[in-house]
């Protein structure tokens, strides 16, 4: 189903969402690292923030967000990230969030205040976690599925329109799993 009039579908490498055509699209330029391949963030207004050479320090934080990026005030900040973990069973159950599915993938959503995911200036943020199992492996005696999960940190400004808020949920339910990229 194409998006509606105002949207556009753009892609998250193994994945795609639903945006508002007016925001704006910034690639990650921070330091890489073994685990977490941030793909993309995207902001209802524009990121203002030195980080613009690969690979240097204050593009890189813990929450992936160039050091000196300020969540918008009357806006929304967004970050995707593919977070490969060899058996993300084990951390599974410390992910916050509630149960849910997305797309036929079990996943964890979390909307509450800004609890240091986002940049200063959020007033609430919206974190997802979605797995996408590839294979089992058996660890302990037990089968745990190996391969990736997605995870998506929306933060919200304080000011934020009705319209910004309802496209970031309108994002996370437009997201579509293409199989083949994550199976190796």
Known sequence: MPPKPGNKRVSLGGASVVIPRRWLTSGYHGLPSTLAFPIVFYSSARMTTRCSKPTQ????SGNWFPRDVVTPTNGVLV???DDEDGAPDIQWPRLPGRVTKI????????????DGGCPR?????????????????K??????YTGS????TACIG???SSTDRFAVSRMLHSLRIHPKHWIR
Do not use: D, F
Request: proline fraction near 6%; glycine fraction near 8%.
């Open 79 to 81: 970050s995707w990230v």
């Open 149 to 152: 999960r997605l995870a998506m």
């Open 139 to 144: 660890v302990g005696g037990r089968s745990q």
């Open 103 to 114: 797309h036929h993938h079990i996943a964890k959503v979390e909307v509450g205040t800004n």
């Open 57 to 60: 320090t204050l593009c890189t």
């Open 158 to 160: 304080p000011h934020a």
């Open 121 to 137: 200036g959020a007033a609430r943020e919206v974190a997802a976690y979605i797995r996408i199992p590839t294979k089992p492996i």
